[in-house]
T-cell receptor, first 117, second 111 residues
Framework: GAVVSQHPSWVICKSGTSVKIECRSL??????MFWYRQFPKQSLMLMATSNEGSKATYEQGVEKDKFLINHASLTLSTLTVTSAHPEDSSFYIC?????????????FGDGTRLSIL | QKEVEQDPGPLSVPEGAIVSLNCTYS??????FMWYRQYSRKGPELLMY????GNKEDGRFTAQVDKSSKYISLFIRDSQPSDSATYLCAMNYNQGGKLIFGQGTELSVKP
């Protein structure tokens, strides 16, 4: 089955630093990737839709200058949390849609646990 | 009112029981329906994917969609302790579109 790899799985860093999270589709090309945030005991909250070769589309209330998304190839999207603060601590999950028309649904990575001290 | 409603549980059942998980939704435009299983500290794993109304079976899992009632279900037969996880329903209007998730139901299967 399709596999989405996310790295790192867990990161702890000091307040004020920037953190980059990678999302890769390992055995298919992903035109579109999605970035979610999940708080404990809550569902996934979509942050942005990442499209290969174009700017990401952010959901209402998500700061695009805070959460930088780059989708430079059909197999890689990155999320950079800039100047991270403790309130940015969360579980970040990416997913990917297969590029071939009619192929669905989204396949998810295993998430990145981000802890800001 | 949320677009997708799902009872968060927690739901606790004995091993071997039949589990019924449900979601209701408000927008009749949804056409694609999914069930994901999420273990603690892991990403969601796709269990079932259905288009429009009807039933779909895969091993111990059966997904049902009733578009007239705006109601979807996931049944787990002969439940096992390894089925203990959070189950999320999700749906969208078209292929490749963003998913709308339910809150997730936390399931615990006791040996």
């Amino acid at each position: 089955g399709a596999v989405v790899s996310q790295h790192p799985s867990w990161v702890i860093c000091k307040s004020g630093t920037s953190v980059k999270i990678e999302c890769r589709s390992l055995d298919f090309q992903a035109t579109t990737m999605f970035w979610y945030r999940q708080f404990p005991k809550q569902s996934l909250m979509l942050m942005a839709t990442s499209n290969e070769g174009s700017k990401a589309t952010y959901e209402q209330g998500v700061e695009k200058d805070k959460f930088l998304i780059n989708h430079a190839s059909l197999t890689l999207s990155t999320l950079t949390v800039t100047s991270a603060h403790p309130e940015d601590s969360s579980f970040y999950i990416c997913s990917a849609d297969e590029a071939e028309a009619g192929r669905q649904p989204q396949h998810f990575g295993d998430g990145t646990r981000l802890s800001i001290l | 009112q949320k677009e997708v409603e799902q009872d968060p549980g927690p739901l606790s059942v004995p091993e071997g029981a039949i589990v019924s998980l449900n979601c209701t939704y408000s927008n009749s435009a949804f056409q694609y329906f999914m069930w994901y299983r999420q273990y603690s500290r892991k990403g969601p794993e796709l269990l079932m994917y259905t288009y429009s109304s009807g039933n779909k079976e895969d091993g111990r899992f059966t997904a049902q969609v009733d578009k007239s009632s705006k109601y979807i279900s996931l049944f787990i037969r002969d439940s096992q302790p390894s089925d203990s996880a959070t189950y999320l329903c999700a749906m969208n209007y078209n292929q490749g579109g963003k998913l709308i998730f339910g809150q997730g139901t936390e399931l615990s299967v006791k040996p």
